[in-house]
């Protein structure tokens, strides 16, 4: 039998669109338990004072281990014991502020999947489902027909998973407000809007991006390696330092971003929260902190809506909504445009759980002035 070439070529064409590793890869699952904003913090067991024992939070940048894909489910009391097998915790650096490294490298494993499932589907009608946290996350990528070439593909793709791990990343601080738990029985109110947290999110995702700009091939093992070795180079390009100096930063701060007589979990350890959801991030604690940015113009022009959109589906639990205005919450699908509403949701109502005027406070915290002004 004769095969002709187009065939052939056709062949090879699908074998490039299929990644080895898409079917196998299993999504992220949690988050890596790590750090409310703080140091020595001191912890309770319902409303009981727990003795001798704190959370450090804080993390030498020589110590944080090899990066390890999904991560984020090993147990949550190895890893606050610093047993896992990363190290995570903040890091203070002279041009990104305070860098939450279990935030960095959630973001980047969500990259790094997103990108192999949608490089394999990428102009077709697909679905990822993720798993649900008070709504279901779903992504869902449009039917196209316009032709790229397998460098367009890869580009795009690379594009839209950083941007919609970024996106994911936005919600779940949103979801986090509300009183979604990673692990039941750990509430994270305190971790909410934390003002270290959507920066090295989307550190994450500019780190991940990059590795795979330049191996776009990678298997999870591989992409842990070279994750490793960027995120060093990206702290060194931030001006990372010792963590006795990172202590000596956050100390600076007690009273005006936290609280040491609050006992975790309770939310008002931390007192400062940046509510802003916007796709360029300022980092807060540093004068001319270097900014990071994503775009929702893909490289080819396009809006990312053209090849992919983040949806948040009501299932039917939504009782932690109830506050909320009728034109949010009667929606039954929610999109990133609503992101920000929720979060100005979240900034009025805490500002009258603390009693606080809704008006922007100027804050005075001699060299560590803040880019963003909001509690």
């Not at 489910?73 to 047993?83: A, D, H, R, T």
């Not at 500019?206 to 994750?227: G, N, R, Y």
Request: aromatic share 10%; charged share 20%; proline share 4%.
């Amino acid at each position: 039998m004769k095969i002709h070439a187009p065939f052939i070529a056709g062949l090879s064409l699908c074998a490039l669109l299929v990644s080895p590793y898409s079917k196998a890869l299993d999504a992220p699952v949690g988050v890596r338990p790590c750090c409310a904003f703080g140091q020595d913090l001191k912890t309770e067991l319902l409303g009981i004072p727990i003795p001798f024992f704190s959370v450090e939070n804080i993390v030498d940048a020589s110590r944080l281990g090899k990066h390890i894909y999904n991560d984020g489910s090993q147990n949550v009391i190895s890893s606050l014991l610093g047993l896992g097998d990363e190290s995570n915790g903040l890091i203070f650096t002279s041009k990104g502020g305070f860098i939450d490294t279990a935030h960095v490298r959630d973001t980047a494993d969500f990259t790094y999947y997103l990108y192999q499932q949608i490089y394999q589907h990428l102009g077709s009608d697909y679905r990822i489902t993720l798993p649900t946290e008070l709504r279901k996350r779903l992504i869902k990528l449009n039917k196209s027909k316009q032709a790229l070439t397998y460098r367009e593909r890869q580009a795009i793709s690379i594009e839209l998973a950083a941007l919609l791990a970024f996106r994911l990343a936005q919600w779940h601080e949103i979801a986090q407000w509300f009183g979604y738990e990673s692990v039941v029985g750990f509430p994270e109110l305190v971790s909410a809007f934390s003002p270290e947290d959507l920066y090295s999110n989307m550190l994450g995702a500019i780190t991940a991006k990059q590795v795979l700009e330049q191996q776009p091939d990678l298997s999870p093992s591989d992409f842990s390696q070279a994750m490793t070795d960027a995120f060093n180079d990206q702290l060194q390009q931030l001006g990372s330092v010792s963590a006795e100096e990172t202590k000596r930063h956050i100390q600076q701060l007690n009273g005006q971003w936290w609280d040491h007589n609050t006992r975790l979990p309770q939310k008002w350890v931390v007192l400062k929260r940046d509510y802003q959801l916007g796709l360029t991030r300022y980092p807060n604690g540093v004068k001319n902190g270097i900014p990071l940015s994503l775009s929702t113009q893909l490289s080819n022009g396009d809006n990312n809506s053209v090849w992919a959109e983040l949806y948040l589906h009501n299932v039917g639990n939504e009782e932690t909504f109830n506050a909320l205005p009728h034109e949010l919450k009667n929606n039954m699908v929610w999109q990133p445009a609503q992101f920000q509403q929720l979060a100005n949701f979240a900034k009025q109502q805490d500002h009258k759980e603390r009693g606080k005027s809704t008006q922007v406070v100027k804050e005075k915290v001699s060299e560590y002035s803040l880019t963003t002004n909001y509690l």
